[in-house]
């Protein structure tokens, strides 16, 4: 790939992130969702209003795509403080840490995406500082090291993690106040489609609202991203109003099938049916005969394939079930041992 290859893909990323920073809600009042961590989170600021103090430490934990950054910016907006923002694989040594807690001040909001992917010593340096509210700055090695107190302004850190398991309990328990997102239901991402079709100043039939969100896996990332495509499929191919024809014709042409399930899906299933008789077949093996890093086959395809009763997880490996044979249209084995999603 050459320098202008480089820049173009660069802009192109550039042009996506505003278009989805475009679409998020400023307010808690115009999130569409998650009304239980809407009403919990709502009680939390109104009551840091009351007692004019900083919020507690919030933990966003969830699949991603459903609005944990979000919610992050939403915390700063209703507290009226700044937004920090960093995130886990970025603070890989506690000088990193110390770096930013230092430029903080009084009322920030330190958004931390992926906090389950902290350096270890960043973590220890984290515990102290939402406990606190100090750091302890090493100068100096060996012998004549010397750690020098740092008095830090009230805070609030928001973590944002796809995997709360990998949390430290250390870390966990210092969060006064931990949410977890949901996916959404096809009634609920309708609504998002429809004001993202409206922010986009794009006109759009309720049946083809409808068809979006339930080709969007329950994530109104996913919604969104596929309702740009299908804006630009009707600008280009008619006069820019969406209806139900153009919307399942964009979804076919970005290989979208009514199930939601997208090229990968489909790679993984034909992959465990086609190659393996159903499975089982461990992740490292499945991963390299669909040709993706084994991360990107469990966060990013599997999860839905498993939710859905496409695959399941054995002892032994993945496993196809039998709904899966069936949507690729394949005739499923004659077995006692085929596994009914």
Not at 278 to 285: C, D, E, F, Q, S
Request: charged share 25%; proline share 6%.
């Amino acid at each position: 790939m050459d320098e202008n290859e480089r820049l173009v893909g660069s802009e192109a990323g550039d042009i996506e992130r505003a278009a989805e920073a475009a679409l998020r809600p400023k307010r808690l009042s115009d999130f569409i969702g998650q009304q239980t961590v809407r009403a919990q989170l709502d009680l939390v600021l109104a009551a840091a209003h009351r007692r004019e103090k900083t919020p507690d430490h919030i933990l966003l934990a969830g699949p991603p795509g459903l609005g944990k950054t979000t919610l992050a910016m939403i915390v700063a907006n209703e507290m009226g403080s700044s937004l920090r923002l960093t995130s886990g694989p970025a603070i890989q040594h506690a000088g990193d840490l110390a770096s930013i807690l230092s430029g903080l001040q009084e009322g920030d909001i330190l958004f931390i995406d992926e906090i389950h992917r902290l350096a270890r010593t960043a973590e220890e340096m984290l515990y102290l500082a939402m406990e606190d509210f100090r750091v302890d700055i090493i100068v100096g090695k060996g012998p004549g090291a010397t750690s020098i107190p740092l008095t830090l302004p009230q805070f609030t850190v928001v973590g944002a993690t796809t995997r709360s398991g990998l949390l430290p309990a250390p870390l966990r328990d210092r969060f006064g106040f931990t949410a977890h997102l949901e996916y959404y239901e096809p009634a609920e991402l309708e609504l998002v489609v429809a004001r993202s079709a409206k922010l986009l100043g794009a006109t759009m039939d309720a049946e083809a609202g409808a068809e979006i969100a339930s080709r969007s896996r329950g994530t109104p990332r996913i919604a969104n991203r596929l309702l740009r495509r299908v804006l630009d499929y009707s600008q280009v191919h008619g006069d820019g109003h969406i209806d139900l024809a153009s919307a399942r014709a964009a979804l076919e042409l970005f290989e979208v099938d009514p199930q939601g399930l997208d090229r990968l899906d489909r790679a993984v299933l034909e992959t465990l049916i086609k190659r393996f008789g159903g499975g089982p077949v461990g992740l490292a093996t499945l991963a390299v005969t669909v040709g993706e890093e084994p991360e990107t086959v469990e966060i990013v395809a599997e999860p839905y394939l498993v939710r859905e009763g496409f695959m399941i997880r054995t002892p032994r490996g993945r496993a196809a079930t039998l709904q899966a044979w069936e949507h690729l249209g394949l005739k499923p084995p004659q077995s006692d041992t085929l596994f009914d999603g």
